[in-house]
């Protein structure tokens, strides 16, 4: 049991090419969550125009991007563009994906943000003849984004999670790397240990979730 | 007449470091309203609530109509049904009707058909005055009626007594007097009573009998007249002087 | 102009092609439902199991329940799959990878279920165990009448957003050769060297969850916390 799943010397010739997974997995993460949030900032500034002609499309373009795999969206960006002579690569889909997918969900969370901050915040803010996006971005944005900071919370863990699809586009993450140290070790040991990796980077941010999730429930 | 319902003697109660209840005698006899007054943490809801064990006391005893609540032979739920408790909060179940509300325990504790326990239930909602409410959900009701319901769900059970944890405390002021009506139309059907409050001109007219509680111990008790006219204490009489002077 | 568009869709909407793997595709797409159904049935129900256990308060269970529902927060869905794909096997076992796919997103949802059948649980106001308990109702029946069908309320919404984005995760099967609609939807790919077998698989998951994530949306708004 041991020999296979913890093999001592497997651990010490694989940890190389597990911890250049690692790295590449923060590095996906530092890349990915950012474009997430950019995207999702832009949706819910959008969804900000109450108007049906911006809502509503809005609306289905969110609700696609749940409604969809991100895996499906990887592998047809990855391997359907080529076909449309367009070969990007797998990093590169990776961050579209991302952007599209991630950012419906950020998006999704930042709409719900700003609609719980009262309205007469914003009339406020334009008494002091601030811009409609100065009293966004100044008064609304600050008290939306703290009142939603769970949530956020909560789809960053999803994202960096998330990173490990990339795996299956030969992006080199943690468990890509660590597939490739098992078929070169036909030991399955590289694996566990990519999982506690992951557990050991992720699992003080469930922790601090759950806690932020208890206190929201007693608050009310 | 003189039997006792509540016999309560020598209460303790411990949360961790704090001492609440510091050795409580308590004795109800049938038929008699008892009216428990003190500061705000003296004790009050926490003597309550040992005597149908919500709280576990740390020591002492409770014989509630000749059941020894404290004994671990006791089927406590069977226990529970003879004692009615109304609280502060109402706690009526929010997912339920007002009629829901009165037959669950009836149906689910005493064992009453379905049928049996919404005559019950609508019996029970006829002496709150609130027949007309069966069908309607806690939010659709004011708080003077959700407490009326809540004291129609613990007489469904045909308590032998009745508990209740500043009842009118959480209500608008114009609301109090349905919720006193009914508690005073309880007693007069001869319904044992101890109920903590501040309603003093419910207390003068309506108690057998005042307890006034101060650090988890009993200061004084007695008839109210004697309780608000010349207390032997000074802590009563400030006690007393405060609540008046609102 | 008419040649551009005429070539794009010999590419990506060819219709020979489409025809050819569309009984394919439906294969893809009954195995997907049969997964996504297990799923939900099985990671639900544990997830409320747990949730349960946990409420009986009883302190070695408590944390190993925690540790559990952490460790399937913290793991990606798809390391879950591999490790139970690739892994197992070392000690004799070797589930399919259907089974692997289906064993590995129930316990990710269980973790979820159970975290959000917790929280709505605990944000029972005391209270109505104290009326419930005080008419003489026992734990189980407080909780079964009183307290559950008020947590359920809460719970929903959350839950059916988690259930989805789970439950979309039986694509992921495709890397353990589960031939449900992803998995399918490749390998007609790269027999026809035609792309248009991936466009129908994408319209297929459309089809199956768009309703859905719908539905969620409209749930979401009936069942808001009101407060
Ligand atoms: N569950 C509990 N845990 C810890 N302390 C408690 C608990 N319930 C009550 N207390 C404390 O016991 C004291 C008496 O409370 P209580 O009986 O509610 O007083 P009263 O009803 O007279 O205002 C208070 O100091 C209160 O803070
Ligand atoms: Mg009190």
């Known amino acids: 049991m041991i020999q296979s799943f913890f093999n001592p010397e497997i651990i010490v010739a694989s940890w190389p090419i597990v911890r250049a997974g690692l790295l590449n997995t923060v590095l996906l993460s530092l890349l990915v969550v950012p474009l997430g949030l950019v995207g999702g900032l832009m949706l819910a500034l959008l969804a900000s125009v109450k108007h049906p002609v911006v809502r509503w499309p809005l609306m ?96 960053t863990l999803e994202v960096v999670k998330l990173t490990s699809l990339g795996s299956v586009v030969a992006v080199p993450e943690l468990l890509y790397q660590a597939r490739q140290a098992q078929s070169l070790t036909y030991n399955p040991t590289p694996l566990v240990v990519a999982a506690i990796v992951y557990f050991l980077m992720l699992w003080p941010v469930v922790r601090l979730l759950s806690r932020l999730e208890n206190r929201a429930l007693a608050g009310r | 007449m003189n039997r006792p319902i509540v016999d309560a003697r020598g209460l303790h109660k411990h949360f961790g470091s704090l001492h609440v209840l510091k050795g409580v005698d308590l004795t109800v006899a049938e038929r008699e309203l008892v009216f428990v007054i003190g500061p705000s943490g003296s004790g009050k809801s926490t003597l309550l609530r040992c005597l149908n064990r919500l709280e576990e006391p740390s020591s002492g005893s409770v014989v509630v109509d000749g059941i020894d609540m404290l004994d671990p032979r006791t089927d406590i739920n069977h226990a529970r049904q003879r004692i009615g408790m109304v609280f502060q909060s109402f706690n009526l179940y929010p997912h339920m009707t007002a009629l829901g509300n009165v037959t669950l325990a009836l149906r689910k504790v005493a064992g009453k058909s379905r049928a049996q326990a919404e005559a019950l239930g609508r019996a029970a909602l006829e002496r709150v005055g609130l027949a007309d409410r069966a069908g309607h959900t806690p939010g659709q009701l004011s708080g003077g009626q959700q407490q009326r319901v809540a004291i129609a769900r613990s007489i469904a059970l045909e308590p032998r007594v009745m508990l209740f944890d500043e009842p009118t405390s959480a209500l608008d002021p114009e609301l109090v007097g349905s919720v006193l009506e009914v508690m005073r139309s309880l007693r007069e059907s001869g319904m044992t009573m101890i109920v903590v409050s501040h309603e003093m001109g419910f207390a003068r007219n309506a108690a057998d009998r005042v307890v006034f509680m101060d650090e988890g111990a009993i200061v004084e008790a007695g008839p109210p007249a004697a309780i608000f006219e010349s207390p032997a204490h000074e802590r009563t009489r400030t006690f007393i002087g405060q609540i008046q002077r609102h | ?131 419930a308990r005080s008419t003489g109702l026992s734990f189980g029946q407080t909780l079964m009448s009183v307290v559950l069908p008020q947590a359920f309320r809460l719970t929903i919404p959350p839950l059916t957003n988690r259930t989805i984005a789970i439950t979309k995760g039986t694509a992921l099967g495709t890397v353990v050769a589960v031939t449900e609609i992803l998995g399918q939807a490749s390998s007609a790919m790269s027999n026809s060297y035609n792309p248009s077998p991936l466009i129908m698989g994408a319209a297929a998951y459309l089809v199956l969850f768009f309703p859905v994530v719908v539905a969620a949306r409209w749930v979401e708004t009936k069942f808001a916390w009101k407060r």
């Open chain 3, 1 to 131: 102009m008419r040649g551009d568009w005429a070539r794009f869709t010999d590419t990506f909407l060819n219709a020979k092609v489409m025809h050819k793997y569309l009984p394919d595709i439906l294969s893809g797409v009954v195995v997907t439902i049969e997964l996504a159904f297990l799923i939900v049935v099985t990671g639900i129900a544990a997830g409320l199991a747990l949730a349960l256990l946990r409420s009986l308060a009883i302190r070695p269970l408590n944390w190993l329940i925690v540790v559990i529902v952490d460790l399937f927060r913290s793991l990606p869905p798809l390391v879950v799959i591999v490790l139970i794909y690739f892994g197992l096997p070392s000690v004799g076992l070797s589930p399919s990878g259907f089974v692997s796919t289906w064993l590995s997103l129930a316990f990710v949802l269980m973790a979820f279920s159970e975290e959000i059948f917790w929280a709505g649980i605990t944000s029972v106001d005391r209270g109505q165990w104290e009326a």
């Open chain 1, 60 to 155: 289905a373009w969110v609700d696609f991007f749940r409604a969809f795999p991100p895996l499906v969206l990887l592998i047809l960006l990855f391997a359907g563009l080529p076909f449309a002579g367009l070969e990007l690569g797998g990093f590169v889909c990776v961050a579209i994906a991302f952007f599209l997918n991630t950012g419906a969900y950020y998006g999704e969370i930042l709409r719900a943000g700003i609609d719980s901050v009262p309205a007469g915040q914003i009339e406020a803010a334009r008494s002091t003849g601030l811009s409609r996006l100065q009293a966004i971005a100044y008064v609304v944005l600050p008290q939306a984004v703290r009142n939603v900071l769970p949530d956020l919370l909560s789809n």
